[in-house]
T-cell receptor
């Protein structure tokens, strides 16, 4: 089955800096890669996703890049703010079918004011 | 976006009792729902896939007789933790898919 590795497990940055979280996946059939933000005690919320037919997607301060050949994808957050502090999960799945995502282990992002 | 509700949000029970958690898709029909378990500071662990009108598909290592799943309708799936023990204490989250995956708010189960 699919295996998703996520790094780093903890990321500490100063407000205004950029943050990058990286994930790799093993199943070349995976074609849908969502990113979730989970605040303490709350549900994961989808913040951005990318499908395998594009290499990059951007939404304001958040961007995701995908390298299908290398089987890795990354989340980029620019101009970080304290409210960005949360746990971020990447996931990989085969979209359009049974859609069962495999999650990475999560990255705890801490943005210091 | 689509809304998934979960009830109860918190439950405290005595060891040996059973606890039922409900997951509802409020504004869309979900033929498939997912049940996850999350330990503190850890990722989401898929327990089972709940299929409307058929048996759930359990992940390896998850006891189907311990965690009973019933997907009674296109908008409701239930997870029953039977004969709960302290080690079952965890955060249980359901999700349903409608173009993307939407998560319920989670249920914090504490077994004394």
């Amino acid at each position: 089955g699919e295996n998703v590795e996520q790094h780093p497990s903890t990321l500490s940055v100063q407000e205004g800096d950029s943050a990058v979280i990286k994930c790799t996946y093993s199943d070349s059939a995976s074609n849908y890669f969502p990113w979730y933000k989970q605040e303490l005690g709350k549900r994961p919320q989808l913040i951005i996703d990318i499908r395998s037919n594009v290499g990059e997607k951007k939404d304001q301060r958040i961007a995701v890049t995908l390298n299908k050949t290398a089987k890795h994808f990354s989340l980029h957050i620019t101009e970080t703010q304290p409210e960005d502090s949360a746990v971020y999960f990447c996931a990989a799945s085969i979209g359009g079918g049974s859609y069962i995502p495999t999650f990475g282990r999560g990255t705890s992002l801490i943005v210091h004011p | 976006g689509a809304v998934v509700s979960q009830h109860p949000s918190r439950v405290i029970c005595k060891s040996g009792t059973s606890v039922k958690i409900e997951c509802r898709s409020l504004d869309f029909q979900a033929t498939t729902m997912f049940w996850y378990r999350q330990f503190p500071k850890q990722s989401l662990m898929l327990m089972a896939t709940s299929n409307e009108g058929s048996k759930a598909t359990y992940e390896q290592g998850v006891e189907k007789d311990k965690f009973l799943i019933n997907h009674a309708s296109l908008t409701l799936s239930t997870l029953t933790v039977t004969s709960a023990h302290p080690e079952d204490s965890s955060f249980y989250i359901c999700s349903a898919t409608s173009r993307e995956q939407f998560f319920g708010p989670g249920t914090r189960l504490t077994v004394l």
